[in-house]
């Protein structure tokens, strides 16, 4: 475990973990130092150091996603990086894919951009529920993909991405989940939830370090590259390798940073995402329960279904961005306010113009610190003084 950070409340953990555990910090200085080569540029001690490092970190990301093969796991810089190589990778011209209404713009940008160049998208509408309703009605003869984004980076909420991927299957549809937001903190098999490829950012719920992110490719689709270049291997070719993971990896690999990614996931594993999630949901159902007790204060997570630990809310008359720089210029509290780079998700909730503030948890953060943020919130809302 790792040591709070004194009088700072760190409540931003949808955007990146602040507090990482003690071994992911070591991690990257002890590779560094002492295994520092360039994994596959070479056949000395150093370099084949670093490409243990790497390959041992596949592994632990197959044990924590029930993936089948070490060669199936690609490590990206980011969630983005590696949604762009999904997305543009298996739609074609002509080809149809099925978003949800919760998308980040790490799938929208990329969807709208190819819906220029002759793909075409729907956007699953709402249902009264407040989730979408069943991708079943929206599938099309030409439909390839179907694009999840497991939790909401806004709202929380969670897909039931069990029954999308039985239609899936069902229609012979591509299943890709962004699980940048709910990787580390709900449980994840590939198997199990039919999910085909799976993109998540490695700093955020997996603990790793910025600039980490980590692709999964079922061994049987055959994706077109976004880009070309190295891959230490093949070297004769002038096409990028088929074989799976230098397809992807192009370029040298940040080993130090993927060694510490390892080691957030050591820490998931060790201390059980079950109680993660089970610590989070408490912190949640605090927050929105004192949030909802205040007048003038809009929620938009719901605690009485499946959810990360997420909580969005306005409070009536004052603009989400100045009460979250207030929060932290004032009193050291560290949230989001305005637009979370998710349009679809804001126009679904109305908040398209306004934003929200939003305050998201890991297992780092406290009873006592969600109390007291709400002391802070209920001061704030009584005066215009922040």
Known sequence: MCKSAEKLIYFDNSATTYLKPDNVYKKIISVMKKQGGNAGRGGHRLANAASDIIFDARLNVCSLFGINSPSEVCFVSNASMGLNFAIKGVLKNGDHVIISPFEHNSVLRPVYKLSQKGVSY?????????????????IKPETRVIVINHASNVTGRIADLKKIGETAKKHNIIFMVDASQSAGHVDIDVNELGIDILVCSGHKGMFGPQGTGIMYINR?????????????SMSELLSQPDEMPDRFEVGTQNAPAIGALSEGVNFLKNTKIQNIKAHEEMLTDIMIKGLKSMNNICVYSDNLNPMTGVVSFNIAGKDSVEVANA????YNIMVRGGL??????????DTLKSGCIRASFCCFNTKNEVEKFLNIIDTIRCFDVY
Do not use: P
Request: aromatic content about 10%; proline content about 0%.
């Open 327 to 330: 929060l932290s210029e004032k």
């Open 220 to 232: 049987n689709l055959q994706l077109d590259t976004v880009f070309e270049g190295g891959s230490g």
């Open 340 to 349: 979370h780079c998710s349009m679809l998700t804001h126009k679904t909730l």
């Open 122 to 138: 729907t956007v699953a509408t709402v249902g009264k529920d407040g989730y979408f309703e069943d991708i079943e009605r929206f």
